[in-house]
């Protein structure tokens, strides 16, 4: 027999209540928080109403929206300013002087207020990871706005003392979902104004919220601007009850869809392996000169070598070589879906029409068709009862456009990752290999990009290897709050402390190990999010940049340096946090009276020299 624990109260019958109506009538549960903070499920009358009627019931003004319990105090914190600074850290840094790259470390919300002035309209791709919400994992979000009684969140341990927010989200919160919205929805908006017209967001999300974070995002950033749901196969388990659900997606969307039509923009990715095909194509030439039915045999043989599940092996879809490298000769030459035009064209031997595609032709003018037969990409059969057919070149193609669908195992990426850092010392990094070819497919070589879920810092691994590989100047900037690493966990068992110590030491080993790129675009500036450097709030940067800090020594808080009140002006004027920064030796004291003194000297020995008769 076992002794149920004694109730301190009566049973709270508004709450079983709920529960039977949620089990009959699940569409009227909501969340909200009763008078004590207390988050908890409550019933919406309205729809409820509805449920039990049978018709049409009067109710508030509808709209197609995402809406939840805290909403407004949300997207109030976006626009709520901060009294913050960012202060560098030499120490944790990687050639602090001269890198293009930033690593801050403290709350993104913060952070992407602070980056405003100085980031606006700059960046052009922002991906995060955020926390899932799966109910399991936790996550950190010190936002001090979430609505609540604080004497209530302090007794629950839910805030720190000094009132920030730190807890989980577990599933048993009344407030599951609504926590999570209103921790993702002020840096949505904060993240859209550092976008380049023509820049991008990526966000990976599973299925806990990504219904929730897609009408988010299109509210945000506005759903014509929807360009792309990635799905990515990571795993599979056999332990699933139901379904093995071992899928994630990237939400893709474009800060505006119009800028990148209007620029003709076409996104285009290169053929994996095509940088190896070009160089047995090299290899194969030398050796057998024009002899191109030799070359052509050794490319069959080469491009059949791969596995068939390897993406190279699609290379050999380009049987033919020639002069200009393997093509091939199949394309289609009708018009897509139809109502094509319809000229004639003869057969270069037998001088006789050829036969017209039923759907016309492709190319939309005579004229056109002959430059393409001139340029060499039309090849006609052996009379005219045949079509001429479009080629392809491998080596002339401007690529391929990103499919939807993708496969990286995740346990690819936690073996690379182990075997980097010599442990597991974070679970489930990101493939930074996957991030790269995103990275690689939406940005140019001098875009900068922004992660403020930075985490183990895949993004800074991708950034940094693409820089080494491809020559580019690609920047990054990598947000990750100070959040502890698990008590007995491997990671403390290495010595880490927190979530951001483990990716700068990441970052640290692959510039260590890998990049080659110039140190540039190779290093990394780290900053922490604090409290502003002055004790007078309402000092200026342009006080600071008038010759005046002797005279207000007194408003800089004790323990701040030079390079902190650096950084507060750079913030202040809205400069680039990654300028170049060179330290020269100032005069002495003595030496700068006498150059400011010099003028009255000279004016004393010309006096003298007169009262002498000499000029």
Do not use: C
């Not at 001269?98 to 403290?106: A, D, P, V």
């Amino acid at each position: 027999m076992t002794i149920e624990k004694l109730r301190m109260t009566s049973p709270d019958l508004t709450h079983a209540n709920i529960e039977k109506l949620a089990e009959l009538f699940p569409t009227v549960v909501t969340e909200s928080v009763d008078e004590s903070g207390t988050p908890r499920r409550s019933i919406d009358f309205d729809l409820l109403r509805q449920e039990l009627a049978d018709h049409i019931v009067e109710g508030p003004q509808e709209r197609y929206q995402l809406d939840w319990p805290g909403k407004r105090a949300a997207a109030f914190a976006a626009n709520a300013p901060i009294a913050k600074t960012l202060r560098p850290v030499r120490e944790e840094s990687v050639d602090f002087d001269t890198t293009k790259n930033l690593f801050i470390e403290g709350d993104n919300l913060d952070a992407l207020k602070l980056l405003q002035e100085s980031y606006l309209g700059k960046v052009k791709l922002v991906y995060i990871d955020p926390p899932y919400n799966t109910g399991n994992d936790d996550f950190v979000y010190p936002d001090d706005y979430s609505e609540g009684s604080a004497e209530h969140l302090v007794r629950s341990g839910q805030v720190n003392d000094a009132g920030e927010r730190l807890r989980s989200n577990p599933d048993s919160n009344g407030r599951f979902h609504s926590d999570w919205l209103d921790m993702i929805y002020p840096r949505l908006k904060l993240a859209k104004s550092l976008l380049t017209q023509d820049g991008y967001i990526v966000v990976s999300i599973d299925d806990a919220e990504f219904s929730a974070l897609e009408l988010l995002l299109d509210e945000v950033f506005g759903a014509s601007n929807k360009l792309a749901v990635l799905v990515w196969d990571r795993n599979r388990k056999n332990d699933a009850r139901f379904f093995s659900v071992g899928h994630e997606y990237m939400l893709v969307y474009a800060r505006d869809k119009t800028v990148l039509t209007e620029r003709g923009t076409r996104l285009r990715e290169p053929q994996t392996g095509i940088a190896e095909a070009r160089e047995f194509i090299a290899d194969a030439t030398t050796r057998n000169g024009d002899d191109w039915d030799t070359t052509q045999a050794e490319w069959r043989k080469w491009a059949s070598s791969f596995d068939h599940d390897d993406p190279r092996r699609k290379l050999g879809r380009y049987s033919k070589v020639g002069s200009r490298g393997p093509y091939r000769d199949d394309g289609n030459i009708s018009w897509p879906g139809g109502g094509g035009p319809r000229y004639e064209v003869l057969h270069p031997t037998t001088g006789l029409p050829t036969k017209i595609p039923s759907r016309g032709w492709v190319f939309s003018t005579k004229e056109r068709f002959d430059e393409a037969v001139i340029e060499g990409r039309v090849v006609f059969g052996a009379d005219e009862t045949t079509q001429p057919r479009i080629i392809s070149y491998l080596f002339e193609s401007e690529g391929l456009v990103m499919g939807s669908v993708h496969y990286s195992y995740a346990q690819t990426a936690a073996v690379d990752f182990m075997n980097l850092m010599g442990g597991k010392v974070f679970d489930n990094p990101k493939s930074w290999k996957d991030l790269r070819r995103i990275i690689e497919y939406l940005t140019d070589t001098n875009d900068i990009i922004v992660d403020f879920f930075a985490g183990s810092g895949s993004v800074g691994h991708a950034v940094l290897d693409l820089n080494a590989t491809t020559s580019s100047e690609r920047r990054f900037i990598l947000v990750q709050v100070a959040e502890p690493v698990p008590e007995k966990s491997v990671a403390e068992a290495h010595g880490y402390a927190t979530i951001s110590a483990i990716a700068r030491d990441r970052l640290r080993r692959v510039i260590d190990a890998e990049v080659q790129a110039s140190e540039i675009y190779a290093g990394f500036r780290m900053l922490r999010v604090d409290t502003t450097n002055m004790a007078d709030t309402s000092t200026t940067a342009e006080a600071l940049g008038q010759g005046e800090l002797a005279g207000m020594i007194d408003s800089v808080k004790p323990g701040r340096t030079d390079d902190d009140l650096l950084f507060q002006v750079l913030l202040d004027w809205g400069l680039d946090l990654s300028l170049p920064i060179q330290r020269e030796p100032l005069k002495r004291e003595r030496e700068r009276e006498r150059e400011r003194d010099l003028p009255r000297r000279r004016r004393r020995t010309r006096r003298v020299l007169q009262r002498g008769g000499v000029r």
